[in-house]
C-alpha cells in the first residue's frame, strides 16, 4: 500500500493515510500505457529528475506486489503487471485508504486548499502546503490568488506570517458560509467515518419531521442548505470549531416558536448523531431556521407575523424609488405592500448576518420577467442604502416574482380551477406559477392549491376534489390522481392567446418613445461619464432637458447597478423630470466597463411625469429586448433604427 510519509492534522485528511506523492504517479502509470518522464513532470508539476527518483522508489514498492514498472528507450515508462490477482489486492486496500481524489488541475487545487485551510487550527508553512499537492512554488502561489478570492466574497483573509506560513483569518461564522457554498456537496468533505450522506439523510428526516408538525413552510432550495448548515454546525462544533453568536440578539430577531422548533431539531439531531452541542450552535441553526423558512409559515392560526415599523418603511420605500424612477405607482397596492414585508422579515436576518439564498431560477427570471428584474433592482436601492452593502441578484429575483406578479395582475382579472401545484422555488415563485397557469388555462380551473414537494403525503386531495398535479420538479411518492411535469416558464407558443395576438399587432405606441434622430452609432466614449454627457448633450438637440439632468443620471448611477450584463445599459434619471417621455439610444464602437459589466448598447431613458397608461407596455417590451442576447446581436450587426423598432415589436431580421 502507497502511504504518506507524514500525517496530516487537517479535518479534510481524517485517518492514518492519504495518498502521497507516490501515489500520485502511481494513478498516472494505472493505465499500463507508456509515458515519458517529461509528459509525468508536467502533470505533477515536478522537475523530470524528481520524477524518475519517485519511479524507483516507487518500482521497490510495487514490486512485492505482483507489479513492475518497465522503461523503455523513446517510449517512456509503464507499469506491468505479472500477477493480477496480488496486485489487485493491493490497490483495492490502497484505494480503501486514500479516500480523497488528488487535485490534478487548477480548479481542484483551489477546491482542496480551500477545504483544507478551512479546516486547520494552525499556521502551515507554504513549502509544506506546496508538498500537500505536490506543485511548485510558483504554482502554488498562482492558485492562492483565486483561493484569496473566494475567501474575500465571504469576507474571510488569508493572513500571512514570516516564519508561520499561511492561515485563513475571520469569523467562524464566515468560514461556514464559505463551507456551505463551496465544499459541503463534495463526498470527500467532511466525511471521515464515510457517514456524511448518512447522517445528511437523518438530519433531513428530523427537519421535516419538525416542519410539518409545525406547519412551517420552506423552499426546496432552502431546506438542503438549512440541513447542510445543521451538518456543518454538527461536525464543526464537534472538532472544536463552534461558532461565536450572541444568543440575545438571536432571540430578539427569530419568533419564539422557531426558537423551540430549533431546539427540538438539536437536541433529536444530537442523538442520532451520538454528539453533542453547545447552546451557541442551537442559536446558530434558529438563525438559519428564522433566515430561510417562508413567510407562508406563519399564516396558519396561533402565530402571528410582525411586521416592524423599520420593515414597512423599507418596503414603503421601495415602492416610492418604482413611482419615481418609473411613474408606475403601486403605492396602494396592499398586496404586493404586504407580499414585500412578508418577504422582508426572513430577508432582514439574511441581510444582517449575510446569509446568502440561492435562486435557482435567476437566469430565467432576468430573461422571461426582465422588467420586472430592472424594476426590482431598483427597488432594491432602498436595500443596499439600509443595510450599506449591494442586494445579491439572487434576493433581487425574489422581489422581481412579487412585482411580475403585480405588474400581471394590474387591471386584470382571472377566474380558477381544482389542482396542485408544486414548485421548486418557494411561496413567491409558486404564485406566479399559479398566476400563468389561470391565465393559460383559466376556463379549465376553479381553484389552485399550492404545495410544497414533502407536504403532497398529508394533502386532502379527497376533501378538496383534486385532479391533477402540476409540479416544475420530480414527485417520488404515491398520489391518487396523475402529475405533469411542466416548465415554470410557459413558452408562448403553448398560450397564445387572442388578447396576446392583439397586442402584438399593436405596438405602434412605441414611436412615442423612440424617435429615429435619438438613435446614435459610432459613439466614442473611454467611461461611462463621457458616454452619457455625449448622449445628454445630442438629447438636448431635439428635447429641452431640465437643468440638473445629467448630475440627476449620474447620481442614479452611484444609487444602484443599470448595467445588467448583455453588453446593455439602461441609465436614467433617479426621479421623474421631463414632461416628455424619450428615449436615446446609443451604440459605442468599442464596449466600455460601466461598473458591473462591459457595455455597448445605452438606452438613456427619460419618462414623462404625466400619467401614461402605456408605460407598462413600454417598460415590458423594451426590457424584453435588453435581455434577448440574439436580438442585442443582430442590432450590433445592423446599426439601424428599423432594426430597432422590428426587434422591440418582436419581430425578426431576415
Not at 502509470?29 to 529528475?49: C, F, G, I, P, Q
Not at 461564522?173 to 457517514?195: H, T
Not at 414585508?341 to 431560477?361: C, F, K, T
Request: charged share 25%.
Amino acid at each position: 500500500m502507497i502511504k504518506s510519509d507524514k500525517a496530516k492534522d487537517d479535518g479534510y485528511h481524517q485517518g492514518d493515510t492519504m495518498y502521497s506523492k507516490l501515489s500520485v504517479l502511481f494513478k498516472e502509470l494505472m493505465d499500463e500505457e507508456y509515458h515519458t518522464a517529461r509528459e509525468l513532470a508536467a502533470r505533477l508539476n515536478v522537475s523530470e529528475k524528481t520524477v524518475r527518483v519517485r519511479l524507483k522508489e516507487l518500482n521497490d514498492i510495487v514490486i512485492s506486489h505482483g507489479a513492475m514498472i518497465a522503461s523503455k528507450s523513446n517510449m517512456g515508462y509503464r507499469l506491468t503487471v505479472d500477477d493480477y490477482d496480488c496486485f489487485n489486492q493491493f490497490t483495492l486496500s490502497d484505494n480503501k485508504e486514500n479516500k480523497v481524489s488528488r487535485p490534478t488541475t487548477s480548479n481542484e487545487r483551489i477546491t482542496f486548499i480551500l477545504a483544507f485551510l478551512l479546516n486547520r487550527h494552525s499556521y502551515i508553512k507554504l513549502d509544506d502546503l506546496c508538498e500537500q499537492c505536490y506543485v511548485s512554488r510558483n504554482t502554488m502561489t498562482a492558485d492562492l490568488k483565486k483561493v484569496e478570492y473566494i475567501l474575500h466574497i465571504h469576507n474571510l483573509v488569508l493572513e500571512r506570517r514570516p516564519n508561520y506560513g499561511i492561515i485563513i483569518d475571520g469569523s467562524e461564522f464566515n468560514k461556514r458560509v464559505c463551507i456551505a457554498n463551496n465544499l459541503i456537496k463534495r463526498d470527500d468533505f467532511m466525511n471521515s467515518d464515510g457517514k456524511k450522506e448518512e447522517k445528511l439523510k437523518a438530519i433531513g428526516n428530523i427537519v421535516l419531521s419538525v416542519l410539518h408538525k409545525n406547519e412551517y413552510r420552506i423552499s426546496e432550495v432552502s431546506l438542503e442548505n438549512l440541513i447542510s448548515h445543521i451538518f456543518i454546525a454538527s461536525y464543526r462544533s464537534k472538532h472544536e470549531q463552534s461558532v461565536d453568536i450572541d444568543g440575545n440578539r438571536i432571540v430578539q430577531l427569530v419568533k419564539p416558536d422557531v426558537l423551540e422548533a430549533t431546539k427540538e431539531i438539536v437536541l433529536r439531531t444530537q442523538k442520532e448523531l451520538q454528539t453533542l452541542m453547545p447552546e451557541s450552535e442551537q442559536f446558530y441553526i434558529a438563525l438559519h431556521m428564522g433566515a430561510k423558512l417562508s413567510s407562508g409559515s406563519y399564516n396558519h392560526p396561533g402565530v402571528n407575523i410582525v411586521i416592524s415599523r423599520k420593515i414597512d418603511e423599507l418596503t414603503w420605500r421601495m415602492l416610492e424609488i418604482v413611482h419615481k424612477s418609473f411613474n408606475i405607482d403601486f403605492m396602494d397596492n396592499l398586496e404586493l405592500r404586504m407580499s414585500l414585508n412578508q418577504h422582508m422579515v426572513p430577508l432582514d436576518i439574511r441581510m444582517q448576518y449575510g446569509i446568502p439564498l440561492s435562486n435557482p431560477l435567476l437566469h430565467e427570471i432576468k430573461k422571461e420577467y426582465a422588467f420586472a428584474y430592472t424594476m426590482a433592482a431598483t427597488a432594491c436601492i432602498a436595500l443596499s442604502e439600509h443595510y450599506v452593502t449591494n442586494i445579491p441578484e439572487d434576493e433581487i429575483a425574489y422581489f422581481a416574482i412579487l412585482f411580475e406578479l403585480a405588474l400581471e395582475k394590474k387591471d386584470k382579472k382571472i377566474d380558477k380551477k381544482n389542482i396542485i401545484v408544486v414548485c421548486v422555488s418557494g411561496k413567491g415563485t409558486t404564485q406566479l406559477f399559479m398566476y400563468k397557469y389561470k391565465q393559460a388555462f383559466g376556463k379549465y380551473i376553479e381553484n389552485i392549491y399550492e404545495c410544497t414537494a414533502w407536504e403532497l403525503n398529508s394533502f386532502d386531495f379527497a376533501g378538496h376534489n383534486i385532479e391533477y398535479i402540476f409540479t416544475t420538479i420530480p414527485i417520488n411518492i404515491d398520489v391518487p390522481v396523475p402529475v405533469f411535469e411542466v416548465n415554470l416558464f410557459l413558452e408562448n407558443k403553448d398560450i397564445i392567446t387572442c388578447s396576446e395576438i392583439f397586442e402584438a399587432s399593436s405596438n405602434a405606441f412605441l414611436h412615442r418613445y423612440y424617435l429615429p434622430e435619438l438613435f446614435l452609432t459610432d459613439i466614442v466614449a473611454e467611461n461611462k461619464e463621457e458616454a452619457l454627457r455625449l448622449l445628454c448633450q445630442h438629447t438636448e438637440k431635439y428635447f429641452p432637458l431640465p437643468d440638473g439632468f445629467l448630475d440627476a443620471v449620474m447620481k442614479r448611477e452611484v444609487l444602484g447597478q443599470t448595467d445588467f450584463g448583455n453588453l446593455i445599459a439602461i441609465p436614467h434619471p433617479f426621479q421623474v423630470m421631463t414632461r416628455e417621455s424619450f428615449v436615446t439610444v446609443g451604440i459605442l464602437q468599442q464596449p466600455i466597463w460601466w461598473g458591473h459589466n462591459e457595455v455597448q448598447v445605452i438606452f438613456l431613458i427619460s419618462i414623462s411625469s404625466e400619467e401614461d397608461t402605456e408605460i407598462g407596455r413600454f417598460y415590458q417590451l423594451t426590457t424584453k429586448l435588453l435581455f434577448d442576447s440574439e436580438a442585442l446581436q443582430q442590432l450590433l450587426k445592423e446599426q439601424r433604427f428599423e432594426v430597432l423598432m422590428t426587434l422591440l415589436k418582436g419581430g425578426v431580421i431576415s
